[in-house]
């Protein structure tokens, strides 16, 4: 089975910090994906890869940013926490989507 | 953000019984994905329609997309406490854009 890993389940981080949210997967995908998932408003997509070193916007890239140096490997970065950055994170490889288990990350 | 629509929001039902969720949208899609997503889990991809008016069964759930292409629903007969989830439809549109539902949060009771 194509898994998934991402490298925190719950995150609790200062409002200024940087954050690093790291996710592999070991099924060869070119395509990696990071959403954030908030009640009444669905999965959102933060920005998405379709080969190493490439990467693009999604719905709200406003305050985030990505790297992907390696095929296997999709890091999502949060230049400067905010509260309103409190939400669950999730990334997903390919193209029927398999999902991570989820980051939950709180912003105090 | 542009979302799809799914009714109803949340359900409660007792085992046994049958339910249909749906899934609406003014856009067409190429293709249409379900997933079920479990507390503190990620959402898992159940089936994916391709074709206007295909039905796909899937042991007791039957997910059909609409001739045009724009909508699909979900049926779970005689439901049981492990179909308990949050249902996600999710309209495929080109090579990277989904554009994911708002879910319908499903209880099962005993």
């Known amino acids: 089975d194509v898994k998934v890993t991402q490298s925190s389940r719950y995150l609790v981080k200062r409002t200024g910090e940087k954050v690093f949210l790291e996710c592999v997967q070991d099924?060869?995908?070119?395509?990696m994906f990071w959403y954030r998932q908030d009640p009444g408003l669905g999965l959102r997509l933060i920005y998405f890869?379709?080969?190493?070193?490439?990467?693009e916007k999604g719905d709200i890239p406003e305050g985030y940013s990505v790297s992907r140096e390696k095929k296997e490997r999709f890091s999502l970065i949060l230049e400067s926490a905010s509260t309103n950055q409190t939400s669950m994170y999730l990334c997903?490889?390919?193209?029927?989507?398999?999902f991570g288990s989820g980051t939950r990350l709180t912003v105090v | 953000t542009q979302l799809l629509e799914q009714s109803p929001q949340f359900l409660s039902i007792q085992e046994g019984e049958n339910l249909t969720v749906y899934c609406n949208s003014s856009s067409v899609f190429s293709s249409l994905q379900w997933y079920r997503q479990e507390p503190g889990e990620g959402p898992v991809l159940l089936v994916t329609?391709?074709?206007?008016?295909e039905v796909k069964k899937l042991k007791r759930l039957t997910f059909q997309f609409g001739d045009a292409r724009k909508d699909s629903s979900l049926h779970i007969t005689a439901a049981q406490p492990g179909d308990t989830g949050l249902y996600l439809c999710a309209g495929v549109q080109g090579t990277y854009k989904y554009i994911f539902g708002t879910g319908t949060r499903l209880k099962v009771l005993a």
């Open positions: 329609v391709v074709t206007g008016g």
């Open positions: 997903a490889s390919g193209r029927g989507y398999t």
């Open positions: 099924m060869d995908h070119e395509n």
């Open positions: 890869s379709y080969d190493v070193k490439m990467k």
